[in-house]
């Protein structure tokens, strides 16, 4: 078992790992994806395992169910059960995201996954990840050819598929 620094969310059964350094807006971006349906698996350190050909995400027992929001505190939420990895996003400074990212993956634990990069305190930074996310469930993230959905606000359309 491998644990990083990263908070992570699941959408749908596919978890989003969501890195970056202290201050970067993880759990900020954790919160505002939680308020629009997703559930939470880890804040400030995830556990990752490689299951079955999947990297499973999961948190330290002691961590279960806690979200620290800056200004407020740890704050106790409902936990969500571990999920298999789809994409991690990488959160850098606005003048680090690419306006067109080149396709960019990452292997952990002999797995290969998709990555992005995005800045957590943009308006538009949970639509992205949701976005991303079931394009990744997918297996087409970098194939930006239903930009619509997002914008009709019908990003669940596109996990729904999925099923």
């Known amino acids: 078992m491998l644990t990083i620094h990263a908070s992570c969310v699941s959408i749908a059964g596919a978890a989003l790992l969501l890195r970056g350094?202290?201050?970067a807006g993880k759990s900020d971006l954790a919160l505002r994806l939680m308020d629009a349906g997703a559930g939470l698996i880890a804040d400030d350190q995830t556990c990752l395992q490689r299951i079955d050909g999947s990297i499973i995400a999961g948190t330290p027992e002691r961590?279960?169910?806690?979200?620290e929001i800056r200004g407020i505190g740890p704050v106790r939420m409902p936990a969500t059960a571990?999920?298999?990895?789809?994409l991690?996003?990488?959160?850098?400074?606005?003048?680090?995201?690419p306006r067109l990212p080149e396709p960019r993956h990452e292997n952990i634990l002999d797995i290969?996954?998709?990555c992005l990069s995005l800045h957590a305190f943009e308006a538009s930074a949970a639509i992205k990840a949701r976005w991303a996310l079931a394009r990744a469930v997918e297996g087409r993230l970098f194939e930006p050819d239903e930009i619509a959905a997002v914008v009709a606000g019908t990003v669940t359309e596109l996990f729904k598929r999925k099923a």
């Open 112 to 114: 290969t996954l998709p």
């Open 21 to 23: 350094p202290s201050g």
């Open 82 to 86: 571990p999920a298999p990895v789809a």
């Open 88 to 97: 991690i996003v990488d959160l850098v400074p606005l003048n680090d995201v």
């Open 63 to 67: 961590l279960r169910g806690l979200l």
